[in-house]
């Protein structure tokens, strides 16, 4: 006779939702170890509505991704027409029978009541992508960054409050959390978006301001000025990550140490591309799992910030 809970003693419906959960931490894992690695320090409980989040997140970025030229623009966005109307399906509680996505944030859905605006934001921001809006101004990156990213740190809340009551005070600075995350993303991948997918994020009168050109930004050579151009766009997501930071207190106990450690960790990519001497065009920078583990028991951001901005000429312009 087989123990109870051997493989072979398993329905197969817990053998499926066990390969389903470890497929869909295994997505997690691959496309942010950062965000992966500070979910475990969350509660259990909330580690796989956290990862099946961002599943759904990976699900709408990797369409506006793969989308190379004009005909695959096209697909991408009849896909993401799709993606709509499976979500609009799925909150309603008819999941499509296809797609591993939508049954689970339909579970999701019906277990924490979702923030739906920020699903729906997000599907916004892809088409911004997808339709190649111009970046001009910084209220203009503000305004993208909350679509792509804003959006994620909203939809989360329903995980990480104690009381429904709570998510209006705290949307503010959930978002302004994802938007610090969004800018450091934009930092840290200048050169492989400029040069892969021919976009750039950096608004282009800031670029302008600092004598640069987008098309700069394709080069394998850091123009004059560029520097000083990064350290201030990195001042904007610094402002961006006190007010983000300023939240995390009011969040559930429980779900504090996961918070606070990706924000400390994300914000650290900062300083990475401040020790490469600000060369985002060909390097990527990204934080070391040892300086993880060490930014879990201090911040020595500012520390470190200090430290290597002595070494550099960048300062910020006013």
């Known amino acids: 006779m087989e123990p109870e809970g051997s493989p072979s003693s398993a329905s197969p419906h817990r053998v499926r939702r066990a390969w389903e959960d470890a497929y869909i931490w295994?997505?997690?894992?691959?496309?942010?170890?950062?965000y992966s690695f500070a979910a475990k320090l969350l509660p259990g409980s909330k580690r796989m509505p956290v990862a099946t989040l961002y599943f759904y997140c990976r699900t709408i970025d990797n369409i506006a991704d793969t989308a190379s030229n004009g005909q695959a623009r096209d697909a991408a966005l009849r896909e993401l027409a799709t993606a709509r109307r499976a979500l609009d399906d799925t909150l309603a509680g008819r999941p499509p029978a296809a797609g591993l996505i939508w049954r689970r944030l339909a579970e999701l859905h019906e277990r924490y009541t979702l923030h739906?605006?920020?699903?729906?934001?997000l599907i916004d921001g892809a088409e911004w992508d997808l339709r190649g809006i111009h970046i001009e101004t910084e209220d203009d990156l503000i305004r993208y960054a909350n679509l792509v990213a804003g959006s994620i740190g909203s939809m989360m809340l329903p995980f990480?409050?104690?009381e429904r009551d709570d998510l209006p005070r705290l949307e503010a600075p959930a978002r302004d959390l994802g938007i610090a995350m969004q800018i450091t993303n934009i930092l840290r991948d200048v050169g492989e978006d400029a040069r892969a997918l021919g976009r750039v994020y950096i608004p282009s009168a800031t670029l302008a301001r600092f004598g640069c050109r987008g098309a700069d930004l394709a080069s394998t050579t850091l123009p004059e000025g560029y520097?000083?151009?990064i350290e201030y766009v990195m001042e904007m997501a610094e402002e961006y990550f006190v007010s983000g930071r300023s939240g995390i207190a009011a969040l559930n106990r429980s779900v504090r140490p996961g918070i606070?450690?990706?924000?400390?960790?994300?914000?650290?990519?900062l300083n990475e591309i401040r020790r490469r001497d600000y060369d985002n065009l060909n390097e990527r920078a990204y934080t070391s799992r040892a300086k993880?583990?060490?930014?879990?028991?201090f911040d020595t951001y500012e520390r470190r910030k200090r430290r290597l901005q002595g070494r550099s000429p960048a300062?910020?312009?006013?």
């Not at 295994?26 to 950062?34: M, P």
């Not at 993880?292 to 028991?297: A, I, M, N, P, T």
């Open 116 to 121: 739906t605006p920020p699903l729906y934001e």
């Open 315 to 318: 300062r910020l312009t006013a």
């Open 260 to 269: 606070e450690a990706a924000a400390r960790i994300y914000r650290e990519i």
């Open 160 to 162: 990480l409050i104690d």
């Open 26 to 34: 295994n997505v997690f894992q691959y496309y942010s170890r950062t």
């Open 292 to 297: 993880k583990v060490q930014l879990l028991l």
């Open 227 to 229: 520097p000083e151009l």
